[in-house]
Every structure is written in structure tokens, then in C-alpha cells.
């Protein structure tokens, strides 16, 4: 069974609207991340959480929100998406070993913005 | 972001020739490295990690050995093989906040027949 799911796998949305992806981790991690996966940049931290009701900006945060209501849920909210923000969209969890978070990865979602 | 530097972007390769994917970082904290693999529509996947100097790291044939001094932490495999074509990350995690990894701009390995 996947530990770290996401929801949609694909998505078409229309400029100007809002988008709502959805991540869900068995892992009973305290660290959730999202990132984006572009050709040429490969994968770059939107933004990332602790735990439960907290979040933190990551690299490229411009354009997105995030949302962590629980242990097991992180969502990556898109008020008014634009064309720029295609991309494949992946979340992962994670739990400080040694201090350093080792990372697992959901499916990913593939989002088109027309 | 340019934390980790990758410099193929494309790598093809016979099947059975050793591979080499190069990559170097740039920190002032005590780094730890790791390599990621995604094969086609699929989610990256932990290959190797490292945070120790002058050290190998194996798994699945692939190794790795994370060098200080010159910065680096190239991914090897003596023989690759078809099931090897994916495309590889390295990434970074560095202080003060080991909670979050840097990319580098990945490589993608193709094995020929």
C-alpha cells in the first residue's frame, strides 16, 4: 500500500481559477513538502510543513498557498492559477534520521493550466 | 536551487559500459548528499545517501562516494543495464536546517541495447 498518495493524479484548470491538490501520508511523518518538476530545473520546494497547522516557504512560494490540517494531510492551494504554473507536482514526507530528513514521494500530479 | 550542480543534463549510454554522473555542491555546513532515481512516470526514489567523508556508499550497483575536499559526489555503476534508464538527482541537505533538500537539475540516463 503507498505510503504517500495524491489527489488529483491529473488536473486541467482554466486561468484565473483555483486549485486545490491534495497529499495524504501513512507515514506518521512529522515533515511534508511539495514541490514542482520543470524540464531543466528539476525539483524545486514550494513549500513545506513541520507538522499540523504549520507551514514554511520554500524556494519558489509566488502564487501558491499551503495548507497542513493534520498529521497525515498537506494541500498546496492555487488562488488563481496561471498557465506558468504547468508543471508535475510532487509531495513527500519526511522524518529527521541523524537530523536529516530522508524524503518518500507520492505519484505525483500532472496540472495543465489553460 | 544552485546549491547542487549537475552538468549532463543527457547521458546515453551500451548496455554494460561503467557510467559516471557527476555531481558537485557548494556549502559552509557539514553537507549530506543523496542521489535520487525516477524512472519514467513514476516518483523519485532514494538510491543513495551520505554524509561521510572519503566514504563509499552502495546500493543496487550504484555507488557513490562523497569527497570534501573537491565538493563532489559522483554516482558510478560498473555495468549499466536497460532497467538503469531513468533520470537522476542529486540533492543536498545542508545547516541549519537539515529538514530540506536542493536539487540539482537532474540527469537522464539512457541505456541502449
Known amino acids: 500500500e503507498a505510503a504517500v498518495t495524491q489527489s488529483p493524479r491529473n488536473k486541467v484548470a482554466v486561468t484565473g481559477g483555483k486549485v486545490t491538490l491534495s497529499c495524504n501520508q501513512t507515514?506518521?511523518?512529522?515533515?511534508m513538502y511539495w514541490y514542482r518538476q520543470d524540464t531543466g530545473h528539476g525539483l524545486r520546494l514550494i513549500h513545506y510543513?513541520?507538522?499540523?497547522?504549520?507551514?514554511e516557504k520554500g524556494d519558489i512560494p509566488d502564487g501558491y498557498k499551503a495548507s497542513r490540517p493534520s498529521q497525515e494531510n498537506f494541500s498546496l492551494i492555487l488562488e488563481l492559477a496561471t498557465p506558468s504554473q504547468t508543471s508535475v507536482y510532487f509531495c513527500?514526507?519526511?522524518?529527521?534520521?541523524?537530523?536529516?530528513?530522508?524524503?518518500?514521494f507520492g505519484p505525483g500530479t500532472r496540472l495543465t493550466v489553460l | 536551487g544552485d546549491s547542487v550542480t549537475q552538468t549532463e543534463g543527457l547521458v546515453t549510454l551500451t548496455k554494460g559500459l561503467p557510467v559516471m554522473l557527476n555531481c558537485t555542491y557548494q556549502?559552509?555546513?557539514?553537507?549530506?548528499l543523496f542521489w535520487y532515481v525516477q524512472h519514467l512516470n513514476e516518483a523519485p526514489k532514494l538510491l543513495l545517501k551520505?554524509?561521510?567523508?572519503?566514504k563509499r556508499t552502495e546500493h543496487q550497483g550504484f555507488y557513490a562516494t562523497l569527497h570534501k575536499s573537491s565538493s563532489s559526489f559522483h554516482l558510478q555503476k560498473s555495468s549499466v543495464q536497460l532497467s538503469d534508464s531513468a533520470l537522476y538527482f542529486c540533492?543536498?541537505?545542508?545547516?541549519?536546517?537539515?529538514?530540506?533538500?536542493?536539487f540539482g537539475s537532474g540527469t537522464k540516463l539512457t541505456v541502449e541495447p
Open positions: 540533492a543536498l541537505s545542508e545547516g541549519p536546517n537539515y529538514n530540506v533538500l536542493y
Open positions: 556549502t559552509t555546513y557539514s553537507p549530506f
Open positions: 513527500a514526507s519526511g522524518d529527521p534520521d541523524w537530523g536529516v530528513a530522508e524524503q518518500f
Open positions: 551520505s554524509s561521510t567523508d572519503n
Open positions: 507515514n506518521n511523518h512529522n515533515n
Open positions: 510543513s513541520y507538522g499540523a497547522g504549520s507551514t
